[in-house]
Each structure stands twice: as structure tokens, then as C-alpha cells.
């Protein structure tokens, strides 16, 4: 489904947040774990090194931290929160929900809370959501946060994936513009499902519910085609890019940063390339944090509000491919 967007109620983004766990494992500590190398993995993949969570750091703990942060820099109170959405592959549990365990540690009392499975998708997707709901004049603040803890579905034998992910969370809070500009301009999303076999953790659902086979044949842990994969997140990723800035009537030129899903950098030069885009107006973060899934993009923006590279005004696209599969795009003014 696609929207185009001259709504009555704009959207905007009021505060961001994000939060990485202490621990570092670089390359080098992987070449010491599986059969590969600081060369490898940095030429194929772009990435250096990512953050772990400690065992006993859970997704709600790291969502929560970026929650509050986002809040205070939105200036809201938690009880002033309706919605809390998390975006996650890694839930604390199957149930309840990681949400519940974000609005019991930042005291979001007033709000009703789910999460949201949409894998690397799952923040545009979430975005997505919280504007529909504010669109519809219901709501008012939202919370949409991606976290995750990939360390802890990541088969660390397996060196075709255990290089890729790392652990962290960002949030955003999400509200009706008060001044100028257009907040979330246009969005597109999209999702096949024939191809869920491609990306995948097969264990511990209703397909396969946990037994001592699962965890034999290594099931609970992701299993990825990544040729396969990569070749469609590309393809994906650039289609729909290019389809909000028709819906939105903008051109590539007036695209001040692009905030790409950080999978792999060969995966954003490629989307790049094909937009003619420069790699110096790409916010990136995977060389440092890897791929953290839901919360890639959401640490990407907030680390790039911080820092001061984005400004009001700056027309903000992003892209994001998961499993699914799953895409998406967005344009936003900031
Ligand atoms: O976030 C959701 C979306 N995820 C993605 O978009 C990920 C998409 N996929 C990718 O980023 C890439 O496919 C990978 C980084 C996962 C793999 O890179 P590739 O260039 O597609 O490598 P490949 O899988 O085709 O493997 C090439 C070779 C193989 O050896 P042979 O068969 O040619 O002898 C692999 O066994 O590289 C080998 N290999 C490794 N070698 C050293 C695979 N992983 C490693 C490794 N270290 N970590």
C-alpha cells in the first residue's frame, strides 16, 4: 500500500533516542571464533566491528534506554505517552509483549502497547503505523522504538551470519506537528511473502515449537540465503526510494541525507549508485554497530540528529529491507 500525503494532521518526529551495549566484538575477535577474517569481512560487508548486549540485558532494557532518551529529547513526559510500539525480532519472550516491558520500565502508564514483527523493516513500518493512528486524531504521542538482541539468535558457528549483527536500540517519539514544516511527507511499503524462506528463524514458533531436536538441528537461530537476499534488498530498497520521491513530487537532488537500512555497505553503494546519489550525504553506522536489524535505522537518525549533520529543514529519505520479506520507504522534512 502507498500514501501520498498532503493530510490535514502532519506528522512529525519530536525527540530520538538510542542506546548501544557496552561490549565491542571486533573482526579480529571473530577470525578467533570462526573461519574468517578482518579482510573479509570488511571488504565483503563494510562492518568492523558491533556491540553485544550483556547476557543478562534483555530488548526491553535497551528499548527502554532509548525510549527515555527520545522522550527527553522531545520534552514529554512518559505519562503523556498513548502508544508504545517496538519494532523487534528479539522479543524479551514470545509473550507478553516487548512493549509491556518498555511501558513498565519508563512509566508510560497511560499508553497501550504491542510490538511489531517486521524484522529489518520493522521501524519504517512502525513510523508507518504511528502516522496512520495520529492521522486518524486519536492519538497524539507515540513511540516507536526498534531494538533488538541479535547476539542472541546468531548462530556463532556459522560465519555466513555471525559477522553481520550486532545488539542496540533507537526510538523516536512520534507527534502532530505544532510549527512549520512537513514532517512525513510520503511512504511506501511493501512486503512478499514467497520468499520467506530466504531469511529466516525457524525454531521455537508453532511450526517448530522447542524440543531438544530444534535446538539439535541449530533452529533456533537465522538462517539467510545472503546472495539471494542481498540481491533483492537492493533491488527493493532503490524501487521504492525512488517511488516516494515521485509520490512526494520531489527529485533525487533534493534529498539532503539518505538513511539506508545498514545490512551491508556493497548493498547501500548499490542503492546509491543507482539513484546517482553521494555517499557523503549516506548516514552510516554499520561500520561500527554492524547490523542491528529493526534498530539499525533509528540509531542511524538519532546518532546523525545529535551529531548535528541533520537540521530542520533537511529532507530525510529512508529505506530499509528485511525478512518476509519485508521494505520500505520514507521521506520526511526533518
Ligand atoms: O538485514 C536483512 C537483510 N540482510 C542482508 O541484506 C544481507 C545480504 N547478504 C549479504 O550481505 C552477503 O550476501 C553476505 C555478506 C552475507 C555474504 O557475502 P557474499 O559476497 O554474498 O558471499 P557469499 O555468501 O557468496 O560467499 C562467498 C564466499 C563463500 O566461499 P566459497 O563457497 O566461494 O568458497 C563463503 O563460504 O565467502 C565465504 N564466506 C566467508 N569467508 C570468510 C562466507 N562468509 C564468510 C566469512 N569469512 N565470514
Redesign the pocket.
Known sequence: MAQSAEQTIRVGIAGTGSYLPERILTNDD?SKM????DE??LS??GMSERHIARDDEATSDMAAVAAQRALESAGVAAEDVDLVIVATCTPDMIFPNTACAVQEKIGATNAYCFDLSA??SGFLYGLETARGLIVSGIYSNVLVIGAEKMSCITDWED??????FGDGAGAVLVQPLQGEGRGIISSAMGSDGTLGDL?KLPGGGSRFPASNATVNERLHYTK?G??K??KN?VVCMAEAGQKVLSQAGLEVSDVDWLIP?Q??M??IKAIADRAAFPMEKVCTNLERVG?I?GASVPVALDEAVRDGRIKRGDTILSVV???GFTWGAMVLEW
Do not use: E, K
Not at 570462526?34 to 577474517?37: K, Q
Open positions: 571473530l570462526v573461519d574468517t577474517s573479509w569481512i565483503r560487508t524484522a529489518c560465519r555466513g551470519t555471525c559477522v553481520l531469511l539467510m545472503g546472495n537476499v542481498f534488498a537500512h545490512a551491508n556493497r548493498i547490523n536489524s529491507f528485511g525478512a
